[in-house]
């Protein structure tokens, strides 16, 4: 059984700060890339960072400088942390893994709310 549980959302005023997190439980941590992606009300789900099993990462351009993505092997946890929030961010945020080689799918957890208003 693969779980991934998110946790960390809530509501936020701009420019604030959260940080997510996701840990995964049936799956060799170290050998997957995580990612995080969104999906907004009326908006298509988008990837917003990446981290490979090696450590590389990667972010939208909407984030990019903002947000940072990190992972601790020892606790198969991924973090998001999300700072300068802007309202535009709001959205149900998801943690992702998917094995390094491309083998099997894609793993998803159930999403956790990030509100940013004032």
């Known amino acids: 059984q693969v779980q991934l549980v998110e946790s960390g959302g809530g509501l936020v005023q701009p420019g604030g700060s959260l940080r997510l997190s996701c840990t995964a439980s049936?799956?060799?941590?170290?050998?997957?890339?995580m990612g995080w992606y969104r999906q907004a009300p009326g908006k298509q789900r988008e990837l917003v960072a990446t981290?490979?099993?090696?450590?590389?990462?990667n972010y939208a351009d909407s984030v990019k400088g903002r947000f940072s993505i990190s992972r601790d092997n020892t606790k198969n946890t991924v973090y998001l942390q999300m700072n300068s929030l802007k309202p535009e961010d709001t959205a149900v945020y998801y943690c992702?893994?998917?094995?390094?080689?491309?083998?099997?799918?894609?793993?998803w957890g159930q999403g956790t709310q990030v509100t940013v208003s004032s």
């Open positions: 049936g799956i060799i941590f170290s050998v997957y890339n």
């Open positions: 981290i490979t099993d090696g450590g590389s990462t």
């Open positions: 992702n893994s998917r094995r390094w080689n491309g083998l099997g799918g894609d793993y």
